[in-house]
């Protein structure tokens, strides 16, 4: 119910948006099926390749992995994966809600994302160009750290619902 009400209110801006300036709209459109288009690929592929891994690692395997018993080893196992991994939000949280529903802790889960969307192990390079490699090694590991606190909150508060 709440992604038709969503869709009815960007509808109706859209149309007050065309009777108002016709030609920014169109050309708005054509900046946003563009960025569609340069986004598809990337978000089919990551898609894809949770899919397969859903497919080959069963429910038992990622309960196992980085489901609820396994624990601070589970948590430390999905924080190094995030952060070593460069998938943007719009394709990481629906990942995450894949991975939780076949059996991924919510702690495990919550360092994942938090590491995926802090830790920049792999965008380093360029942050230490425009930063230096004291402020990046600095913000990389207290971002890290930091990751495991939101992990243990959101164990508390998503785990006993």
């Not at 397969?52 to 924080?79: D, K, R, T």
């Amino acid at each position: 119910m709440g992604n038709y009400i969503i869709y009815a209110v960007t509808l109706i801006l859209l149309i007050i948006s065309f009777l108002k300036d016709k030609q920014k709209t169109k050309n708005a459109l054509k900046k946003a099926w563009k960025s569609f288009e340069n986004i598809l690929p990337e978000f089919l592929g990551v898609i894809m390749l949770v899919g397969i891994l859903l497919v080959v690692l069963n429910p038992q395997v990622i309960s196992a992995v980085i489901g609820a018993e396994s624990g601070w080893f589970g948590v430390i196992l999905a924080a190094l994966v995030g952060a070593v991994t460069l998938i943007p939000g719009f394709v990481a949280f629906p990942t995450a809600a894949m991975l939780l529903q076949n059996g991924a802790g919510y702690m495990q889960i919550g360092a994942f994302v938090s590491t995926l969307m802090m830790v920049g192990i792999v965008t380093a390079p360029v942050e230490i160009k425009y930063f230096g490699k004291k402020l990046t090694i600095a913000r990389n590991v207290l971002a890290f750290v930091f990751s495991f606190l939101v992990a243990y909150i959101i164990g508390k508060v998503a785990g006993g619902i």
